[in-house]
């Protein structure tokens, strides 16, 4: 199976880059929308995860991968929304910003610039390296 490419989205102060290398690994818990619940069922082990601080920082700041695939989540109060569990892999150099993104008309079409509120989010593997590559990767 190839890999996938994915970006999720995190309020640092909730849970940020630097509380996952701490940790070494989370549980992507608390996800509540039906597109995201999907995009995570799709995630399988290897697959690979650019880390979004969302709200002020509004920048990917680091790659990460799916260690363990879609779990029920256990902080949802009722069925069927599950989580993932995500590893770190390395921080970028330089956090691609948001008003980056948007400049390049490479990444015009991805959905953080098209639906914004979506917490969990597909690539094509030429976004996904297109970020990487703007990030230092």
Not at 5 to 34: C, F, I, M, Q
Not at 78 to 89: D, H, K, S, T
Not at 93 to 100: C, G, K, Q, S
Request: glycine letters at 6%; proline letters at 6%; hydrophobic letters at 45%.
């Amino acid at each position: 199976m190839t890999t996938q490419y994915w970006l999720v989205k995190s309020e640092p102060e909730a849970y940020s880059w630097d509380d996952l290398v701490r940790d070494g690994r989370t549980a992507w818990t608390g996800v509540r929308n039906y597109a995201a619940r999907l995009h995570l069922k799709a995630m399988r082990v290897g697959d690979e995860i650019l880390f979004y601080h969302s709200v002020e920082a509004k920048s990917v700041v680091g790659l990460a991968r799916v260690s363990k695939t879609a779990f029920p989540d256990p902080t949802a109060d009722e069925e069927g929304w599950v989580a993932v569990e995500l590893v770190p892999v390395k921080p970028f150099a330089h956090p691609v910003t948001l008003a980056v993104i948007k400049a390049e008309a490479s990444l015009q079409q991805i959905a953080l610039v098209r639906q914004g509120r979506l917490s969990v989010m597909p690539l094509k593997p030429a976004e996904f390296a297109r970020i990487n590559k703007l990030g230092g990767r």
